[in-house]
């Protein structure tokens, strides 16, 4: 197997592995947490915020694999005229690439917003972990998901054999 397809399992591997062991922890968290609060009357203290950072990371780690093989969640209202016309391809393709330039935008505010929240010296509450951390996390992820999209958008549309190479079927 050669080193860069090697290379393209770990990046598709590690971010889901991210995922998966963030909510592993979501999950004993909030299980110690309703516990100790049931149990004691003695909260986890940094429970919100840390469950607020672990689905941060859970969903944009996710993102960019989740894209890559076009598991989101759809609506499907147009889908029989689109295949009546034939055009089903087509649509995916441009919806895609749309998608994928279109989230460039977001993930450049979040860049700005973190930059901001860094120069301000901005941490969360109880445990205070920069926030500019955060930011930096989902905008590099947001980036990744505007790549993956951009290149699923083209290569629906220029090489569509190749796209089952992508798919977890």
């Known amino acids: 197997m050669s080193l860069l397809k090697r290379l393209a399992q770990l990046a598709a591997v590690l971010p889901i592995l991210v995922a998966s062991i963030t909510l592993f922890a979501l999950m004993v968290l909030t299980f110690c947490d309703v516990i100790l609060r049931s149990a004691f009357n003695a ?6 915020e840390l469950t607020r ?3 941060a990371v859970i969903v944009f780690s996710a993102l960019p694999l989740l894209s890559a093989r076009g598991q989101h969640i759809s609506v499907d209202l147009l889908d029989p005229l689109f295949a009546r016309m034939h055009l089903a391809r087509l649509r995916d393709g441009v919806v895609n690439l749309a998608c994928g330039v279109m989230l460039y935008f977001p993930a450049s505010r979040v860049i700005d917003l973190a930059q901001r929240a860094r120069s301000y010296g901005d941490q969360t509450e109880y445990l205070n972990i920069p926030t500019y951390l955060i930011g930096w996390f ?3 992820m947001s980036f990744a998901t505007a790549l993956v999209l951009i290149l699923r958008g083209a290569v629906i549309l220029f090489a569509p054999s190749k796209l089952r190479l992508i798919r977890n079927d």
């Open 53 to 55: 950072i672990a689905i």
């Open 43 to 48: 909260p986890i203290e940094a429970a919100t």
């Open 138 to 140: 989902i905008a590099i």
